[in-house]
DNA sequence: GTCTATAATGAGATAGAC
DNA sequence: GTCTATCTCATTATAGAC
């Protein structure tokens, strides 16, 4: 009897249809949370979307702090990984521009984005309610952070002549303009006639570049 | 007996208590939004806040949508008149640049809400929230929209070569990027020594209408 | 105009059976 | 791992006395 019981905890350690299930709840968590922020999301939602009891939300994610945080990091590491990977791919065929700095932060992150893939698509709005809200301070430092000081030291070498003051202001309205298309596409859509993707990506990249670039013409 | 309540009623018909717990509950609202978000805030926190009955919140300020709609088209009013004014009395000395009408709009707005006043600081969190959530679309296209278009038009003006696409996706990277000083601007004194307020506008200045200025170098 | 009291709902979290 | 049931609390909104 007793080793029946045994046996049966050993045999589903993390079960197949856990995995399933768990994965489910971080895909419906992130729809949910990326539709109508933190506050605005219930786990009852959660749990709807997933077609999962309420229960198992809490007993898969935790607190609901805890599962937004899960949430945002799991992509920001697939993320950290491709941008330094772009970066690393980038340097071996020689220097790089300013122009390929940005590119390798935000193509990665934006082709992902604008590019069909709901759950992406829904990662974009998710990071652009988190980086315009402090509350989700240490959630960025964690999941973010790290990479924008890789990305900022770059910047540091190809205008060496700019200030960090400079810099971090100018890499700040960058991620900013850059999540501007994540949640507020549809603004400039109904200012004009809707462009494609890629014109918009190049759009982007000329308006940061020469907004950066501008500071190293006149030094502060 | 009768003549008496007529009487009362009468005499108080705005009374001056009224107007000042008014807006008191306005100017709760706009903090408590601000700090919290519409969801996470709280009719009970905005009437502590105010020290008012939770339902004298209701009684002035309606649902809690339309006091959210209140609190955001306040001073929205104000704005459109201190930036459409800027750009008529900038007019009168000769025709503007494309840093005159960048700096008609975001000047007015940001020396207000960088300068120590409250309730402006507050305000432009909460503008920094609206603006990047598609809920509050109908808020935007009331509140704000008629006044970008006037910018619009004047940035046609200003840069005749330059396609409407462009032009709508530069303003809407710049009133992002100008956002960014209002949610962000710890990130931004994070990554370096804080600077004054008016050097980090000239840096937004210089960096937008720069990129700005590059489509028209750059025609798509 | 202001207050108390309460209705009606929905939230996050947990205990315990299976 | 999964589910039902429930605890506990906070929410918006309103009714009605003063």
Redesign the pocket.
């Known amino acids: 009897m007793a080793s029946k019981v045994l046996e049966n905890q050993r045999q589903?350690?993390?079960?197949k249809?856990?995995l399933e299930?768990?994965s489910r709840i971080l895909n419906a968590a992130e729809a949910v949370f990326s539709e109508r922020g933190f506050d605005g999301?219930?786990?009852?939602?959660i749990a709807n979307r997933a077609q999962?009891?309420?229960?198992?939300v809490?007993?898969?994610g935790g607190?609901?702090?805890a599962l937004f945080f899960h949430v945002v990091a799991r992509k920001a590491e697939q993320l950290a990984i491709l941008r330094t990977d772009a970066l690393i791919r980038r340097k071996r065929h020689g220097p790089l521009s300013l122009r390929d700095v940005l590119s390798c932060f935000i193509t990665p992150f934006l082709e992902r984005v604008l590019q069909g893939d709901p759950s992406w698509r829904a990662y974009g709005r998710l990071i652009a309610h988190v980086s315009a809200d402090a509350r989700w301070h240490e959630i960025t430092e964690k999941c973010f952070d790290p990479t924008v000081a890789v990305f900022l030291e770059e910047l540091a070498v190809v205008l060496p002549s700019v200030s960090r003051q400079q810099l971090g202001a100018g890499f700040v309205f960058t991620v900013s303009a850059m999540l501007s298309l994540c949640a507020s596409r549809w603004r400039i859509d109904a200012m004009a006639q809707p462009q494609s993707d890629d014109d918009l990506v190049q759009t982007l990249l000329d308006f940061c570049e020469a907004g950066i670039a501008r500071a190293a013409a006149r030094p502060r």
């Open positions: 589903r350690a993390p079960s249809r856990s299930t768990k999301a219930s786990i009852r939602d999962v009891n309420v229960a198992l809490q007993h898969h607190t609901k702090d």
